[in-house]
Structures are given as C-alpha cells and as structure tokens.
C-alpha cells in the first residue's frame, strides 16, 4: 500500500490545515492565540469528518489509537479519582489536547505538503520569541499594561515565556538548524543554518537562566551527532571531545551557564538531604508521594486530576500556615509520574506505547525527516522526565502538532509500512 497523496477534498479540511500552521508559528510565544488556532482547528476538521468519509480513515494510525485509548482512560479515570471536581475538570481539560495528535496525523497524512510546511511554521514563531530575548537584552522589549506577554531583565532576559519553555523551544530551533546544515550541499547554505542555530542557541546559553535548556542542547547535540557520524568511530568520538570542549568553554564565557550550573552540581551533592522547602526537597517529596500512591494503587492509579490532593498533607507539614506555599495545589513535575500515579500501570503502559509509537517511526534509514523526528521525541521524552509535558499548554501543544506532522512525514519514506485503514494513493 502506498501513501496517500490526496489533496483535501473539503473547504473545511483546507481551513483546518491553516488553523493547524498558525498553531504551530504561535506555540512558541503565545498559548492565547495558540489555545485559538488549534480550537478553529479542531471544529473545521470535525466537520471535514462528517463531509468527507474518507478523513475517517486517517485516524488508524498506531499514535492515534494509543492518544485516545490514553484519553480514554483519562475520562473513566474521573469516575475513581479521590480529587475534587475542580481539579478533576481542570486534568480533563489539560489531557484533551491528546486529540490534537490524531488530527495532526490525518491531516498531514492527506495533504504531503503539509508535513514539509510544519517545521517552517514552527520555526518562524521561534525566531520571534528569540528576537523578543534580544529585545529584552537590550532594554527594548514593549511591556504590555494588561500583561498579555511576560518580559524579564538583562539578567534572565525571557519573554512571552519562562526560561523553562524558552529552553525547550529555542533548544529545539536550535538543533534543527545544525540538523539542517549537516544536510546542506551548498556552503551558503551551511553558512546560514549554523548562523540560524547561533541566533536560537545564543539567549539559552547567554541570556536566560533556564538549566532546561542547557540540557536539551546537550542531549540533542549527543543525539544529532550519533545518527550523522555514529558510524565513524574517530568522527563520533572527536565530535564527544568537541561537545564536552564546547561546554566547559560555555562555563568560563557565560555568566548565566557558570551560575545555573554550579547551582545544580550543589543541588546534586544535596539532593538526599535538600531541604524540603528548596526546589530539589519538593522535587524529592513529589517522587516520594507519588511512589507511595502507585504502590497503593499500582493498576488503575487514583484517577484523574489527584496528584494535588494526594500532595496536599505533604505541603501543609512542610509550609506554614501563613505561608502562600501552604495551600498550593501541584502537579508532580514529570510527565512520568503523574500518568501513573492517575492511571497506574494501566495508563502508563499506554502512555508508553504513544511514545514508543512515535518514536519508531524515526529508525531506520537516515533522512532529515527521520532525524528532526528522533531530536523531538528525544527532547520530549528527555525533559518529560522532570517536567509535566503533557500537562502544560505551550509544551503539550509544541509536541503534539510537530510529532503529527513529522509521523505523517515520516511514514511516506520508501519501506515504510502503512495501515490497513489508511487512505489508498488515487
């Protein structure tokens, strides 16, 4: 069976194709406009659902069958869970954007254009949000009176987003500009794809305080490195030394690196005794209750949206009354963790079949499309590890629309399997 090549045959799938680019060239600085484009995007394609019987058969993919059995679950798991309402709602409404993964997948599946303009779309809004560090560097960032868009100082220069999801983004802008010019056969166009990795990677490393980001580059970097010359044993390990030169030269030339880093190297000799109002205490307290909570309900969890409650008792003992901490309703910081303690091993195992996939679409024979798949999933998985994904807007959103995009693309290669239910080339 060959993939399909079919162009939209519905007004209505058209238009939800653009909503879906202009989600993906605002998820970088704007969760309002994003949140908007991908809710134009999702009724315009349920309405191409119902005019076009053959959009149907673009949901069968294996990552759509697994992102609605995991919202499934998500929804039967408000049946059992120990949370209140409110917060029961409000994890429904954070795991409904699983559905935008299938849409993604379909849409991109019908029209082949629309997996080669995603990475574009996205990239653009990138360059926005690092133009905006720039302006903030320089003291020439609007602020806004309503406070639509966040901006900081010279000294953790962020905008539209905290340093945490600038990480991620720019991180991610970052490697696949030196994915891009790793491919390139002209030197201009090598030239310019090292000077588009240098403007994404420069306010990660110089102008804002986000670790996060320093981890993304150097995973993705160890990543893009084995799948271009993992088979050149003295390429592979000069390009290790040269990572491993690069980073400890960042130490001594940025001010932001040295301090963050020499933050976590004391974060990490402490962590077994952190205190437990510091980051890394809670950090420690959260696996320490949500490791309590999946042994006590290891199969089907303690339902959706019950992670706060389950932490409550454990941020009364450590905050004081008067404290604005003693209250807090939380999320547990890893992806990992809050599927399992919710859904148990149950919904983790589904969780990690969505994963799995993803990503194997991404093995086998090298292509700047396999490759730009593999640094996604690697990043997501990576800081999933340590960060609720799934759960914040701007990074659920950043995930969800590449990884369909880039899937569709991906299953199109030569050799690729395709499913029984998929569209027939015309």
């Given at each position: 069976m060959t993939a399909s090549t079919t162009r939209p045959r519905v007004k209505s799938e058209r238009i939800a194709q653009t909503f879906l680019l202009l989600a993906l060239g605002c998820v970088a600085f704007s969760?309002?406009?994003?949140?908007?484009?991908?809710?134009?995007?999702?009724?315009?394609?349920?309405?191409?659902l119902f005019q076009d019987r053959t959009v149907r058969s673009n949901l069968v993919f294996a990552p759509s069958v697994f992102a609605f059995a995991l919202l499934g679950l998500f929804i039967l798991g408000a049946s059992w869970s120990i949370g209140p309402p409110n917060e029961v709602a409000q994890g429904l409404r954070k795991y409904a954007?699983?559905?935008i993964l299938p849409i993604a997948i379909a849409l991109s599946w019908r029209d082949a254009t629309l997996s080669k303009r995603a990475l574009p779309a996205y990239m653009a809004g990138a360059a926005w949000l690092a133009l905006s560090c720039y302006?903030?560097?320089?003291?020439?960032?609007?602020?806004?009176?309503?406070?639509?868009?966040?901006?900081?100082?010279?000294?953790?220069?962020?905008?539209?987003?905290?340093?945490?999801?600038?990480?991620?983004?720019?991180?991610?802008?970052?490697l696949i500009c030196l994915l891009k010019a790793s491919y390139a056969d002209q030197a201009r166009a090598r030239l310019a794809a090292l000077a588009g990795a240098m403007l994404f990677a420069f306010p990660i490393l110089f102008l804002t305080q986000g670790r996060t980001g320093y981890v993304v580059l150097f995973i993705g970097l160890v990543t893009l490195l084995l799948v271009r010359v993992g088979g050149h044993r003295v390429r592979l390990a000069g390009g290790v030394l040269g990572i491993v030169v690069l980073f400890i030269s960042l130490y001594f030339a940025s001010a932001n690196f040295k301090f963050r880093t020499d933050q976590f190297v004391s974060d990490v000799q402490n962590f077994a005794n952190a205190d437990a109002r510091s980051p890394n205490g809670m950090r420690?307290?959260?696996?320490?209750?949500g490791g309590k909570a999946i042994a006590e309900h290891?199969?089907?969890?303690?339902?959706?949206?019950?992670?706060?409650?389950?932490?409550?008792?454990?941020?009364r003992a450590i905050w004081p009354a008067d404290s604005p901490h003693h209250n807090v309703r939380i999320h547990p910081h890893s992806e990992f963790l809050g599927v399992a303690v919710q859904l148990g091993l149950l919904g983790f195992t589904v969780?990690?079949?969505?994963?799995?996939?993803?990503?194997?679409?991404?093995?086998?024979?090298?292509?700047?499309?396999?490759?730009?798949?593999?640094?996604?999933?690697?990043?997501?998985?990576?800081?999933?590890?340590y960060n609720s994904?799934?759960?914040?807007?701007?990074?659920?959103?950043?995930?969800?629309?590449?990884?369909?995009?880039l899937y569709s693309g991906n299953r199109r290669r030569p050799g690729m399997r395709q499913p029984a239910g998929a569209l027939r080339a015309a």
């Amino acid at each position: 069976m060959t993939a399909s090549t079919t162009r939209p045959r519905v007004k209505s799938e058209r238009i939800a194709q653009t909503f879906l680019l202009l989600a993906l060239g605002c998820v970088a600085f704007s969760t309002f406009f994003t949140n908007i484009f991908v809710g134009c995007c999702t009724i315009f394609f349920a309405a191409a659902l119902f005019q076009d019987r053959t959009v149907r058969s673009n949901l069968v993919f294996a990552p759509s069958v697994f992102a609605f059995a995991l919202l499934g679950l998500f929804i039967l798991g408000a049946s059992w869970s120990i949370g209140p309402p409110n917060e029961v709602a409000q994890g429904l409404r954070k795991y409904a954007k699983l559905l935008i993964l299938p849409i993604a997948i379909a849409l991109s599946w019908r029209d082949a254009t629309l997996s080669k303009r995603a990475l574009p779309a996205y990239m653009a809004g990138a360059a926005w949000l690092a133009l905006s560090c720039y302006l903030v560097w320089f003291n020439l960032m609007p602020t806004s009176r309503l406070d639509w868009w966040r901006v900081g100082d010279a000294k953790d220069a962020f905008a539209h987003k905290n340093h945490i999801t600038i990480g991620i983004m720019l991180g991610f802008a970052t490697l696949i500009c030196l994915l891009k010019a790793s491919y390139a056969d002209q030197a201009r166009a090598r030239l310019a794809a090292l000077a588009g990795a240098m403007l994404f990677a420069f306010p990660i490393l110089f102008l804002t305080q986000g670790r996060t980001g320093y981890v993304v580059l150097f995973i993705g970097l160890v990543t893009l490195l084995l799948v271009r010359v993992g088979g050149h044993r003295v390429r592979l390990a000069g390009g290790v030394l040269g990572i491993v030169v690069l980073f400890i030269s960042l130490y001594f030339a940025s001010a932001n690196f040295k301090f963050r880093t020499d933050q976590f190297v004391s974060d990490v000799q402490n962590f077994a005794n952190a205190d437990a109002r510091s980051p890394n205490g809670m950090r420690l307290s959260f696996f320490q209750v949500g490791g309590k909570a999946i042994a006590e309900h290891p199969w089907s969890g303690n339902g959706t949206g019950s992670f706060a409650e389950l932490y409550a008792p454990t941020a009364r003992a450590i905050w004081p009354a008067d404290s604005p901490h003693h209250n807090v309703r939380i999320h547990p910081h890893s992806e990992f963790l809050g599927v399992a303690v919710q859904l148990g091993l149950l919904g983790f195992t589904v969780y990690l079949g969505l994963l799995a996939s993803l990503g194997r679409v991404a093995l086998g024979p090298r292509s700047f499309e396999a490759d730009s798949m593999l640094l996604l999933w690697v990043i997501y998985v990576s800081t999933s590890l340590y960060n609720s994904m799934l759960w914040d807007p701007a990074e659920a959103y950043w995930f969800l629309l590449l990884a369909g995009c880039l899937y569709s693309g991906n299953r199109r290669r030569p050799g690729m399997r395709q499913p029984a239910g998929a569209l027939r080339a015309a």
